[in-house]
Nanobody
Framework: QVHLVESGGGLVQPGGSLRLSCAGS????????VAWYRQAPGKQRHLVAS???????NYADSVRGRFVISRDNAKKAVYLQLNNLKSEDTGVYYC????????WGQGTQVIVSS
């Protein structure tokens, strides 16, 4: 397992941008696919984007073209650049490893509102 800590959330106006960071620990961080998830108020958590060990990204249809996921294995970090934000992007964002999944962190809250 890997311990992950999310940061970078905040309040932003529609159309704005944020950059989320996911800091990992452990020598094996680089062997995992890492994903970002979003949990909107009153809804289930769902996958937003993932990045493979070598940096190949994959996106949910709702964010493709607006969000960019990247990773730096040397820094044990994964990033999510959120662009052209919409109100429906509001939620708590979590990062986690995939297959196997690690313990969930506290997430970082993103609020998109004018």
């Amino acid at each position: 397992q890997v311990h992950l800590v999310e940061s970078g959330g905040g309040l932003v106006q529609p159309g704005g941008s944020l950059r989320l960071s996911c800091a990992g620990s452990g020598d094996l961080f680089g062997i995992y696919i890492v994903a970002w998830y979003r949990q909107a108020p009153g809804k289930q958590r769902h996958l937003v984007a993932s990045v493979t060990q070598v940096g190949t990204p994959n996106y949910a249809d709702s964010v493709r073209g607006r969000f960019v996921i990247s990773r730096d294995n040397a820094k044990k970090a994964v990033y999510l650049q959120l662009n052209n934000l919409k109100s429906e992007d509001t939620g708590v964002y979590y990062c986690n490893t995939m297959n196997p999944q690690s313990d969930w962190g506290q997430g970082t809250q993103v609020i998109v509102s004018s």
